[in-house]
């Protein structure tokens, strides 16, 4: 396994990220020790491109999953499916994971049931084992395999949070978005926008930000402000691509509308 990165290493089969503290080394120590990592932060602040980008790195494998309500430990692990009139077992992306010593990532891991979290247990500890009860078999995980989980805590109420004693069986990061001047950055080179006019984007983004929590249940992500400045990039009118990829996004309430739109005038000018 690896020990540290190699930046000319698949160079340019690499997803694009731009690291804002030690999260990235971070990650090889966890995939380096089989242990598994829980990934904190606001929607669109660049989580799962961070787990794709070392993904990408390491040379291993991912498998993406991204959660919700009606997502089961079955859609994880597997069922039997018909198939030319036999029944045959068919894996889930887990278990294809673990089978292949890959890193699996479940985006938004709260979203899904409560059974999942009772799966994902045996891959946590010092067993690092895979039980398939509908077919008897135990699945222990090769020293490739890496579980990494994600979730927004300021956006989950009590109804959809980790446990306690599912949280303390990961490493954790914390993710933010990063700061005005390193997303302009970030925002330039993914739209092809010249930076200085990526800056009052960040700006603006900022200012609703402030919002999250009052009138809005999320603020504008670092993912939103590039496809705005796309827009802008391939020649619409800033104002429209705002409207189109920073207002609308975010609430359907007319009223909040308006008070965004004024947001945008008191700091654009």
């Given at each position: 396994?690896?020990?540290?990165?190699?930046?000319?290493?698949?160079?340019?089969?690499?997803?694009?990220?731009?690291?804002?503290?030690?999260?990235?080394?971070?990650?090889?120590?966890?995939?380096n020790?089989?242990?598994?990592?829980l990934?904190?932060?606001?929607?669109?602040?660049?989580?799962?491109?961070?787990?794709?980008?070392?993904?990408?790195?390491?040379?291993?494998?991912l498998?993406?999953?991204?959660?919700?309500?009606?997502?089961?430990?079955?859609?994880l692990?597997?069922?039997?499916l018909?198939k030319?009139?036999?029944?045959?077992w068919?894996?889930?992306?887990l278990?294809?994971?673990?089978?292949?010593?890959?890193?699996?990532?479940?985006?938004?891991v709260?979203?899904?049931?409560?059974?999942?979290?009772?799966?994902?247990?045996?891959l946590?500890?010092?067993?690092?084992?895979?039980?398939?009860?509908?077919?008897?078999?135990?699945?222990?995980?090769?020293?490739?395999?890496?579980?990494?989980?994600?979730?927004?805590?300021?956006?989950?109420?009590?109804?959809k949070?980790?446990?306690?004693?599912?949280?303390?069986?990961?490493?954790?990061?914390e993710?933010?978005?990063?700061?005005?001047?390193?997303?302009?950055?970030?925002?330039?080179?993914?739209?092809g926008l010249?930076?200085?006019?990526?800056?009052?984007?960040?700006?603006?983004?900022?200012?609703?930000?402030?919002?999250?929590?009052?009138?809005?249940e999320?603020?504008?992500?670092?993912?939103?402000?590039?496809?705005?400045?796309?827009?802008?990039?391939?020649?619409?009118?800033?104002?429209?691509?705002i409207?189109?990829?920073?207002?609308?996004?975010?609430?359907?309430?007319?009223?909040?509308?308006?008070?965004l739109?004024?947001?945008?005038?008191?700091?654009?000018?």
């Amino acid at each position: 396994m690896p020990d540290s990165l190699n930046p000319e290493i698949f160079a340019a089969e690499v997803p694009y990220y731009e690291p804002t503290g030690d999260e990235c080394d971070l990650f090889v120590h966890a995939y380096n020790h089989n242990l598994p990592l829980l990934l904190k932060g606001p929607t669109g602040c660049g989580k799962t491109r961070f787990v794709a980008h070392m993904a990408a790195k390491l040379g291993c494998p991912l498998h993406t999953v991204s959660c919700h309500d009606d997502l089961t430990a079955a859609d994880l692990t597997g069922r039997y499916l018909l198939k030319g009139g036999d029944t045959v077992w068919v894996d889930g992306p887990l278990t294809r994971a673990v089978r292949e010593g890959a890193i699996c990532y479940l985006d938004e891991v709260v979203e899904a049931r409560k059974d999942v979290t009772v799966v994902l247990h045996p891959l946590t500890d010092d067993r690092r084992v895979l039980p398939l009860e509908r077919t008897g078999e135990i699945i222990v995980a090769p020293p490739g395999f890496m579980l990494v989980v994600s979730y927004n805590p300021g956006y989950q109420n009590i109804l959809k949070s980790l446990k306690p004693s599912t949280r303390q069986r990961f490493l954790a990061v914390e993710f933010d978005f990063p700061p005005p001047e390193r997303e302009a950055e970030i925002v330039s080179r993914e739209s092809g926008l010249p930076v200085e006019r990526c800056r009052p984007l960040v700006r603006l983004a900022g200012a609703l930000r402030d919002l999250k929590g009052q009138d809005l249940e999320e603020g504008v992500s670092t993912r939103l402000l590039v496809y705005c400045a796309t827009l802008i990039s391939s020649g619409m009118r800033m104002e429209r691509a705002i409207l189109a990829a920073m207002i609308e996004p975010l609430t359907d309430d007319p009223d909040i509308r308006k008070a965004l739109l004024r947001v945008i005038d008191i700091t654009l000018g």
